[in-house]
């Protein structure tokens, strides 16, 4: 299995280590077709790209496809923000970026007292290790269809992680809006068994990195194995062996 593109990694602009030049520097030598630089999202509290600096990041963006030659995607890592599906974009913003992944971070500015609550329990019982109640589980779940359904996402990124759902539904939701799900190849959000009844949904998956350094650009070692071990379809997963995926974000915008 070879990543034929990575569509989530993180710069200095968010809470790594690395320039947008580094990135796709690293993804050019290691023979990566394109590139996803994706930044938390601006609500996020500590690590989201500033609106003040978007122009700026694009700009090296800009700079960096000139000097490599790389097809270089600009891409947002969205903060889910509540039970009604908002994220960081707006309709404003779409015409700046070519890709939209969307995940649930602690530290976001949620929507609503009712959605400050339901994350900082939520993130207690992650931290202590203690199984999630059926409502918490019930309100996760709406969280990442409401948001799937209400905006064209491209990739759900870590899902489970401080949030636990019902994977299944999730990947159904995924599967029939054309969203695709993430194996992350940082850390194991999916236990085995859940990976394995989720993509038994049919859900289509891309295999991304979550690079927060350069030697990390392009890594699928972790998610690797774990496909492997659970039997995950190659032909399930549409960014590996040449293949490139076919992604809603682009085909809304076609449309607006």
């Not at 601006?42 to 003040?52: A, C, E, N, V």
């Not at 009712?114 to 900082?120: E, G, Q, S, V």
């Not at 409401?146 to 996402?153: A, G, L, T, V, Y």
């Not at 959000?189 to 991304?208: I, P, S």
């Amino acid at each position: 299995m070879k990543l034929t593109a990575d569509y989530h990694t993180h710069t200095k602009y968010s809470d790594a280590e690395t320039t947008v030049l580094e990135n796709v520097r690293r993804a050019k030598e290691i023979g990566l077709k394109e590139i996803a630089i994706t930044e938390h999202g601006y609500s996020h509290w500590f690590y989201g790209i500033k609106r003040k600096e978007t122009e700026k990041w694009l700009g090296e963006l800009e700079a960096a496809r000139r000097e490599t030659g790389m097809t270089v995607l600009a891409g947002m890592e969205n903060n889910i923000r509540g039970i009604s599906g908002l994220c960081d974009f707006t309709e404003k913003d779409y015409e700046k970026f070519d890709i939209y992944l969307a995940g649930v971070h602690s530290a976001a500015h949620f929507d609503t007292m009712k959605d400050w609550y339901f994350f900082i329990a939520s993130w207690w019982r992650f931290i202590l290790h203690m199984k999630p109640t059926k409502g918490q589980i019930r309100h996760a779940t709406q969280t990442y269809i409401r948001s799937i359904e209400r905006n064209p996402i491209d990739i759900l990124t870590h899902l489970n992680h401080c949030c636990f759902a019902d994977v299944v539904e999730v990947a159904k939701c995924c599967r029939d809006y054309g969203t695709y799900l993430e194996i992350s190849a940082k850390k194991q959000h999916l236990t085995d068994d859940e990976l394995c009844e989720v993509a038994a949904t049919g859900v289509r998956f891309v295999v991304n990195s979550d690079a927060h350094s350069v030697d990390k650009i392009g890594d699928a070692t972790l998610a690797e194995e774990q496909i492997a071990r659970v039997g995950i379809p190659l032909t399930q997963i549409d960014n590996i062996d040449g293949k490139k995926p076919r992604f809603r974000f682009a085909e809304y915008k076609k449309h607006m």
